[in-house]
């Protein structure tokens, strides 16, 4: 955390978040990376229910991807709190929401009461099938769209069934492309005074990051095979287990990077062999192949196959777990994993913003993830300009929430 040097990239941008879950939040954290203000809009009770995905009773996900947004907790259902939501939609630039199609409309707030309101706004509506089409109506969570997409049909081993993901990939790859498109229509907005609806399906995200899939069933009239952690365009690509009971990732997509390989595990021959020779009749025979690499690797302990490659200029990397990320020199120097203020641990660990910029510096964090309804006061005093009885009244009905506040902790252990 800490200041960035100049205006950040997205600064005066506001965005009213009220999804919920993955996609929308990885969407909205993106922005919030760049320094866009975020609001999220959450019901009184539970919250987003990304609070609730919890890993040894804390909700990792939330802090991960709520991290620099301020959050308001008010009552949708009552009139009172959809007034208070149009209210901010004239003081906004996007809106995110992705409830089943048809649901914002039911609410009162389909995209024309919106931009009646804001006719500069742009709203992102993400779902899992659409907004048109026979399955706009469904329910789409994230592992049915990998399933349908054709990802969890080419991913895994062939003599095994097909596997899901162990991530929310269709939710994060939408979320991203939602970003994208939304910070586009936002300039959009700007020359022509006209706010856009995007349409983001998780179907169509995943879809997209699948390769040629279709067009290799066009020339091909097949589709791929499971092949674990081998490539279907090229060999040697794989994991192979060291001496020392490690693994070693490799991948040679070019002659050259082959040559450099089978030099390397004193194999040159192998260039001499019709079997892999070429790069159509590696991927031919590449059960053998594999067998010759990983001889060789199961040989020598990590360090030595990785001092090896290094030399050799091969392109291969030690497989990591979780235990291992934070302290390896690579992400150590990169910076790539931020710890930041948590009031609940002291400080959490989280993946930093991916964008860096010229001097190597990714964009500061704005702030840890907020408690539901930390900023509702706030909010509706600085933005709408509510006087704090109308706030106090609010709170008393229970149209927006906010809790106690935490005792300061400093000032209890020394009066004690």
Not at 170 to 187: E, F, H, I, N, P
Not at 314 to 343: F, N, S, W
Request: aromatic fraction near 4%; charge should be negative; glycine fraction near 12%.
């Amino acid at each position: 955390m800490g200041d960035m040097p100049g205006p950040a990239l997205l600064a005066g941008m506001r965005v009213l978040d009220l999804s919920r879950l993955v996609a929308g939040n990885v969407l909205s954290a993106a922005l919030a990376d760049l320094g866009a203000e975020v609001v999220k809009v959450e019901a009184p009770g539970r919250g987003d229910e990304l609070r609730g995905w919890r890993a040894g009773g804390v909700s990792t996900h939330w802090k991960a991807y709520a991290r620099g947004k301020r959050s308001l907790c008010i009552d949708l259902r009552a009139e009172r709190g959809k007034a208070i939501l149009l209210d901010l939609v004239a003081r906004s630039h996007a809106l995110v929401e992705n409830f089943r199609p048809g649901t914002l409309e039911r609410m009162g707030l389909g995209p024309e009461v919106l931009h009646a309101r804001n006719p500069r706004l742009v709203v992102a509506r993400i779902s899992g099938w659409g907004q048109t089409g026979p399955w706009a109506h469904k329910p789409g969570f994230g592992s049915l769209v990998e399933a349908l997409s054709g990802f969890a049909a080419m991913n895994g081993f062939a003599d095994r069934e097909p596997v899901l993901p162990p991530l929310p990939l269709a939710d994060s790859v939408t979320g991203l492309y939602g970003a994208l498109g939304l910070v586009a229509a936002w300039r959009q907005a700007e020359q022509t005074g006209r706010g856009r609806v995007l349409d983001l399906a998780l179907f169509d995200g995943v879809l997209s990051v699948l390769g040629p899939l279709a067009l290799e069933h066009q020339v091909t009239g097949q589709a791929p095979l499971r092949q674990g952690s081998r490539a279907p365009s090229h060999a040697p690509r794989n994991v192979y287990r060291t001496a020392d009971g490690q693994w070693v990732a490799l991948s040679a997509g070019m002659q050259g990077a082959v040559v450099r390989l089978f030099a390397a595990l004193g194999l040159p021959e192998l260039l001499d062999d019709p079997r892999f020779s070429t790069a159509d009749a590696r991927m031919a025979h590449v059960e053998a192949l594999d067998a010759l690499i990983g001889g060789r690797i199961g040989a020598m302990s990590l360090d030595e196959n990785l001092a090896l490659f290094e030399q050799a200029d091969v392109t291969a990397g030690a497989v990591l777990d979780a235990t291992q990320l934070e302290d390896h020199p690579y992400v150590k120097a990169r910076g790539a994993i931020a710890r930041i203020p948590d009031a609940e641990l002291g400080e959490a660990a989280m993946h930093a913003p991916p964008i860096r910029f010229e001097d190597g510096a990714a964009p500061p964090i704005a702030g840890p993830a907020p408690a539901l309804g930390e900023h509702s006061a706030s909010l509706l005093a600085g933005l709408l300009g509510l006087p704090q009885a109308e706030i106090d009244a609010l709170l008393a009905e229970g149209v927006i929430h906010q809790p106690p506040p935490t005792p300061d902790k400093t000032k209890t252990e020394t009066a004690a």
